[in-house]
T-cell receptor, first 116, second 112 residues
Framework: DVKVTQSSRYLVKRTGEKVFLECVQDMDHENMFWYRQDPGLGLRLIYFSYDVKMKEKGDIPEGYSVSREKKERFSLILESASTNQTSMYLC???????????????FGPGTRLLVL | EDQVTQSPEALRLQEGESSSLNCSYTVSGLRGLFWYRQDPGKGPEFLFTLYSAGEEKEKERLKATLTKKESFLHITAPKPEDSATYLCAVQALSGGYNKLIFGAGTRLAVHP
């Protein structure tokens, strides 16, 4: 069974704090993803990583950065948290897709972040 | 522009009352359509992947089908434990990468 874990289920932070969200997967997947989910907006891709030390911007990267020093771990960093970053954050992982291939993204349980 | 639209936004059913959820999509290069189930406060749980028009997949009371423009998730004789938000996503080649594009979801409530 694929297992994706996230370091916290709930977090409360103050405006301006630096926030770290950690994600670990145990299936040796090359690809990892960070999304945020807001009511009425669905899941939106923040950043993704195709392999160790690689990162690519998703659709809404502003205000976020990421780190992938080890294959199993992908961290999302909010450099200076703001109230509009209050959201549900979801991490996902996927095996490397070969040309013409098909792979599934598997999600972690989510971190609900409240920025006051 | 790649887009995924789910309908209805919310659906209320009586236990045993079968129905279907719709996912319509416009993408330039479809590389799979995915259905997930999401319970409140939890991450999406993978249900099905469909790759080509005409394909069908089943799991317990759920059956997913795919055409060139849309997918349906049929729920037969639902039970209260089927209550959840059902998310549809398409995998498409965008900017040189394979990305998942999600719909907003259908919130299903099944009442005894």
């Amino acid at each position: 069974d694929v297992k994706v874990t996230q370091s916290s289920r709930y977090l409360v932070k103050r405006t301006g704090e630096k926030v770290f969200l950690e994600c670990v997967q145990d299936m040796d997947h090359e690809n990892m993803f960070w999304y945020r989910q807001d009511p009425g907006l669905g899941l939106r891709l923040i950043y993704f990583s195709y392999d160790v030390k690689m990162k690519e911007k998703g659709d809404i990267p502003e205000g976020y950065s990421v780190s992938r020093e080890k294959k199993e771990r992908f961290s999302l960093i909010l450099e200076s948290a703001s109230t509009n970053q209050t959201s549900m954050y979801l991490c996902a992982s996927r095996k490397l897709m070969q040309a013409g291939g098909h792979e599934t993204q598997y999600f972690g349980p989510g971190t609900r972040l409240l920025v006051l | 522009e790649d887009q995924v639209t789910q309908s209805p936004e919310a659906l209320r059913l009586q236990e045993g009352e079968s129905s279907s959820l719709n996912c319509s999509y416009t993408v330039s290069g479809l590389r799979g359509l995915f259905w997930y189930r999401q319970d409140p406060g939890k991450g999406p749980e993978f249900l099905f992947t469909l790759y080509s028009a005409g394909e069908e997949k089943e799991k317990e009371r759920l059956k997913a089908t795919l055409t060139k423009k849309e997918s349906f998730l049929h729920i037969t004789a639902p039970k209260p434990e089927d209550s959840a938000t059902y998310l549809c996503a398409v995998q498409a080649l965008s900017g040189g990468y394979n990305k998942l594009i999600f719909g907003a979801g259908t919130r299903l409530a099944v009442h005894p």
